[in-house]
């Protein structure tokens, strides 16, 4: 068995567990191959024996990869979806940060999980992304022009609002006039969306979420649309430019681009150990029904 593993950061109470995790991978022979930057960030921290394979590109990554394990929180998972991209590997999300809604392992429970998932006693949810086209010469996010969770639109240097003239399937919808507009997948209808009052949607449904960022119209609430509508989208306002942002990776683009947005062409697989579901999780980490009647 070969398995990936990728962190972003690697605080204290985090390096326990990650070694925890190394030295069960290693008693069960298991080919372990780490991401670089987070390699080096445990040698800075630790002193490690074995002397791991390590990767830094998408491009070194391939089909043999059995399991990918992120290691952190919510917003490793996005980033490790930029590795994996259309390989289909399966990713198993170790929560070490707050919340980890996408990453539900316990990190007290890594021992138990691993043995679940090494027995293959998981089920995989296969999630749908959002990619990006733009009409300007060069595509400001190259090959990682898809997110996981939203797409963005939103202002820039400026407290006014902005006009977001939308349009989907080729048919004008409105011109909202607001901080920015939300485009977001199932898997993020419980992010930036949900904040903003947008609906939370079950991971398998086929739609999206067109959600306003404080608008500035009685009548702009969020509008959930199938998953295989173009969303065509053009900003205008009192400044030249205006953010654009995938799940955590930001850019600037030119007032009056034309942006495209369609359901990406691939799927990213979660791990979901046996009695665990996003209803479940749902009600444990969102409270969703908490009552004091109940």
Known sequence: MKIGIYGQFYHQE???????????????????????????????????????????????LDTSYDLFFSIGGDG????????????????????????GFLATIKKQEIATSIEKILAGNYTLSQRSLLQVMTSQDTNVF???????????????????????????????????WADGLIVSTPTGSTGYSLSC???????????????????HNLNARPLVIPDDTTITLKVSGREKQHLISLDSRIA????????????????ISLINLEGESFLKTLREKLLWGEDKRN
């Open 142 to 176: 190259g090959e990682i022009n898809f997110a996981l969770n939203e797409i963005v639109v939103s202002r820039k240097n400026t407290t006014s609002m902005i006009s977001i003239s939308t349009h989907l399937n080729g048919e004008s919808l409105t011109n909202y």
């Open 14 to 60: 985090a390096a326990r567990y990650v070694q925890e995790l190394l030295d069960i991978l290693d008693k069960k022979k298991i080919e372990v191959i780490i991401e670089k930057n987070f390699l080096d960030l445990i040698h800075e921290h630790d002193a490690i024996d074995k002397n791991y394979r390590h990767f830094s590109t998408f491009e070194e």
């Open 197 to 215: 009052g947008g609906p939370v949607i079950t991971p398998h449904t086929s739609s999206l979420i067109l959600t306003p960022i404080a608008p």
């Open 76 to 99: 490793t998972i996005l980033k490790t979806a930029t590795y994996i991209r259309d390989l289909n590997i399966p990713i198993v999300g170790i929560n070490t940060g707050r919340l």
């Open 252 to 267: 600037t683009l030119e007032n009056e681009t034309i942006i495209t947005l369609k359901k990406a062409p691939f799927t």
